[in-house]
């Protein structure tokens, strides 16, 4: 969608960007030419990681997501926080995908914890459950939408999610629904696509934001969470450097 700037936008135009992600902006004097593109509706996006679910453990594997996602949680401290807490700690995966960033999370830790995790895709859940259960989880899965998590306030010590937030129109209202289901002194731990010319593909094929790390850790102040970290993330040696982990605490 391109819309030029320069005077009052209808409703309609107004309701329409809202639901629009922004892909790049050029200014003419006292023009903008903003061209932004309708992500995909949530069905769709189920239906894409449907039809790619079981090519997606060689995609994990040329990605190297579980060395690329281990840096930045020890980076975060979020293992030393975790390993604090009795007798198991709690931990939301959203947008679990085929369970990497689990995965990674839980082999950095000492003893069992309680995953739990929600992808809108059934065939990504039935790959998350084989996978996970292969490295020794026993994860509780459940199809819902980031936006609307299927569980009670301040339910988790660590709420996260790998490229997730970039597929969604609104990703501040996504954070603030993984921020309601996270306890106080939690953290959040996100991951997601960078401007890159790996990220320009990714944005072509999905649709979706590249997100500067100036708006990653705006978001999460806008979000009144503290302690706030980012680390740029290597995806192997194909991808480069196209992803940015940041993460936060929520204030006791």
């Given at each position: 969608?391109?819309?030029?700037?320069?005077?009052?936008?209808?409703?309609?135009?107004?309701?329409?960007m809202?639901?629009a992600?922004?892909?790049?902006?050029?200014?003419?004097?006292?023009?903008?030419?903003?061209?932004?593109?309708?992500?995909?509706?949530?069905?769709?996006?189920?239906?894409?990681?449907?039809?790619?679910?079981?090519k997606?453990?060689?995609t994990?594997?040329r990605?190297?997501?579980?060395a690329?996602?281990r840096?930045?949680?020890l980076?975060?401290?979020?293992?030393?926080?975790?390993?604090?807490?009795?007798?198991q700690?709690?931990?939301?995966?959203?947008?679990?995908?085929?369970?990497?960033?689990?995965?990674?999370?839980?082999?950095?830790?000492?003893?069992?914890?309680?995953?739990?995790?929600?992808?809108?895709?059934?065939?990504?859940?039935?790959?998350?459950?084989?996978?996970?259960?292969?490295?020794?989880?026993?994860p509780h899965?459940?199809?819902?939408?980031?936006m609307?998590l299927?569980?009670?306030d301040?339910?988790?010590?660590?709420?996260?999610?790998?490229?997730?937030?970039?597929?969604?129109?609104?990703?501040?209202?996504a954070?603030?629904?993984?921020?309601?289901v996270?306890?106080?002194g939690?953290?959040?731990?996100?991951?997601?696509?960078?401007?890159?010319?790996?990220?320009?593909?990714v944005?072509?094929?999905?649709?979706?934001?590249?997100?500067t790390?100036?708006?990653?850790?705006?978001?999460?102040h806008?979000?009144?969470?503290?302690?706030?970290?980012?680390?740029?993330?290597?995806?192997?040696?194909?991808?480069?450097?196209?992803?940015?982990?940041?993460w936060?605490?929520?204030?006791?």
């Amino acid at each position: 969608m391109t819309q030029l700037e320069n005077k009052g936008l209808s409703s309609s135009h107004t309701a329409a960007m809202e639901q629009a992600i922004p892909m790049t902006s050029r200014r003419f004097g006292s023009w903008e030419v903003l061209i932004s593109r309708r992500p995909l509706s949530t069905t769709d996006l189920a239906s894409r990681y449907d039809a790619v679910s079981g090519k997606w453990a060689r995609t994990a594997r040329r990605f190297d997501l579980n060395a690329a996602y281990r840096e930045p949680l020890l980076a975060s401290q979020i293992v030393i926080d975790l390993m604090q807490v009795e007798p198991q700690a709690r931990i939301l995966d959203c947008g679990v995908g085929n369970g990497s960033l689990s995965i990674a999370l839980d082999s950095l830790m000492k003893g069992p914890n309680d995953y739990y995790a929600v992808d809108t895709s059934t065939e990504m859940l039935v790959q998350a459950k084989s996978v996970m259960r292969h490295a020794g989880l026993r994860p509780h899965l459940q199809q819902a939408d980031v936006m609307s998590l299927p569980y009670d306030d301040q339910s988790f010590d660590v709420v996260m999610a790998a490229h997730v937030l970039e597929h969604l129109p609104d990703p501040q209202r996504a954070l603030a629904e993984m921020i309601r289901v996270l306890k106080p002194g939690g953290m959040v731990f996100l991951c997601v696509t960078r401007p890159s010319l790996f990220g320009a593909l990714v944005q072509l094929l999905w649709r979706t934001w590249a997100i500067t790390e100036q708006e990653g850790i705006a978001w999460l102040h806008a979000s009144q969470l503290v302690d706030v970290g980012y680390q740029p993330v290597r995806l192997g040696s194909f991808a480069g450097f196209a992803s940015t982990a940041f993460w936060a605490r929520r204030p006791l």
